[in-house]
């Protein structure tokens, strides 16, 4: 597959990894070494407009100046403690990010899938220690589609046989239904023992499924009226990607005081942060929680030898400040809109493409080919060989979400380089 388009300089690093690492990827045929803003270069020097943006990690931006100087100072001081130890960082940033999304509590982790875990442990703790659930007998509710990480018990409960098979036998408890069903969950929420409804306000991985506008606050309602947490897992949608702080802060515009001004906003019970937390350089998630929630773990429970190590306290503080700094929310609910705009311009001058959909400069078009045809593959090594790099997801869906940095201009290159490479592929 990757071929005659790669130079003999990526070649020989494609071959590299083929060789000695293990195959849990399929990579597109580029080779990066540099980053800048919203763009990458190749080891070639070939720059290109990043609309991955590492699956909406980098947020901020390549290489952002204030985070890349938050890492190397504290690098420099303090990385790591345990938290066998207290630091003079990792107060700080509890106090700043729990303000920053309104909580009382934070539980710091590192990757996203360790943060749903420990979301998933949070709310069954909850459901014996509060709720009076029998012991074992918990049940989340989870939807047909998600993706939430990687490990045994999240891919235990996913709908994508890449994800489950053969990685039995797998843990029990959890109750699938329908995304953007509310009748579903409520007949779900009838059944005993159901502690928790653990959500993707869109779902990204599954190719950026955009619910029903007022499906997230019915949820909510729905779980309030059932005594049963409402857990959101914002790692890929959250930080002003959808163009509000967090996609279930709906269309408010306010920039993080959301539960004073939005009527929209379906506030979760546990929220799951990762991704854009740190901008992309250095691994941080966290879960956010009120403390008659959090306060269920108590010492020696639950942990994590990085998880808030001083790095991690100083660089999220950072990336968080640049999105209010630089009024990323607002710039990706514009240039998501124009985006969207543009697009179905394309789509509507073009048998090759069906649908855009998403919000903020979290969005996907659906190519007009069966889910199993490679069209999207090709296409988006077509985007790549004209200077702009995105991915296929599930089925013959691509996946656009530029660092939301980028400026009207920089969009409008990007919207006439896809255009361009569309009517090429056409003929
Ligand atoms: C990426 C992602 C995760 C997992 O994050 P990792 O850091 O890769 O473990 C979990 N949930 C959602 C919605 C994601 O997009």
């Known amino acids: 597959m990757q071929s005659t388009i790669s130079t003999n300089t990526s070649q020989a690093f494609i071959d590299l990894e083929d060789k000695y690492g293990a195959h849990n990827y399929h990579p597109l045929p580029v080779v990066l070494e540099k980053g800048e803003g919203v763009y990458v270069w190749d080891v070639d020097g070939k720059r290109y407009f990043d609309f991955l943006s590492a699956y909406s990690a980098v947020n901020q931006g390549h290489a952002h100046p204030k985070i890349t100087q938050a890492l190397i100072d504290q690098a420099r001081t303090l990385a790591l403690t345990s938290r066998a130890f207290y630091n003079n960082c990792l107060g700080d940033y509890e106090k700043f990010v729990t303000n920053y999304f309104g909580f009382e509590k934070v539980l710091p982790m590192n990757t996203g899938a360790e943060a749903v875990e420990t979301a998933i442990k949070l709310c069954r703790k909850w459901a014996y220690e509060k709720k009076g659930i029998a012991e074992n007998e918990a049940q989340i509710i989870v939807c047909e589609g998600n993706f939430h990480g990687r490990t045994t018990t999240i891919v235990s409960f996913s709908s994508d046989p890449d994800s489950y098979q053969n990685f039995g036998p797998y843990p029990t408890g959890f109750i699938s239904i329908p995304y953007n069903d509310i009748a579903a969950l409520e007949l779900a929420l009838a059944q005993p023992n159901v502690a928790g409804f653990l959500v993707e306000p869109i779902q990204g991985e599954a190719g950026v499924y955009t619910p029903a506008e007022d499906y997230m606050r019915e949820a909510r309602a729905l779980c309030t009226a059932n005594n049963v947490l409402f857990i959101a897992d914002e790692v890929q949608t ?69 998880g808030g190590n001083p790095i991690a306290a100083k660089v999220a503080i950072a990336a968080l400040t640049v999105i209010d700094d630089e009024n990323l929310i607002q710039n990706s609910r514009h240039l998501g809109n124009l985006f969207r705009q543009e697009m179905q311009r394309i789509i509507d001058q073009n048998p090759l493409l069906l649908q855009v959909r998403g919000k903020g400069l979290l969005n996907a078009v659906v190519v007009n080919d069966s889910p199993d045809s490679d069209t999207a593959w090709r296409l988006c090594v077509a985007l790549k060989e004209n200077g702009l790099l995105a991915k296929p997801t599930h089925g013959n869906i691509i996946r656009f979400a530029p660092p939301l940095v980028i400026t009207e201009d920089e969009l409008k290159t990007c919207m006439a380089i896809i255009e361009k490479t569309v009517q090429q592929f056409i003929k």
Not at 293 to 306: A, C, E, L, N, W
Request: with cysteine; aromatic share 4%; charged share 15%.
């Open 238 to 306: 959250g930080i002003a990607r959808t163009g509000s702080l967090l996609a279930v802060c709906g269309n408010c515009n306010c920039k993080n005081k959301c539960e004073q001004q939005s009527n929209t906003y379906a506030r979760p019970d546990i929220l799951i942060l990762g991704k854009a937390l740190s901008g992309g350089v250095y691994p941080v998630s966290a879960v956010l929680a009120d403390d008659h929630i959090m306060m269920v773990i108590k010492p020696g429970q639950h942990g994590s030898t990085f």
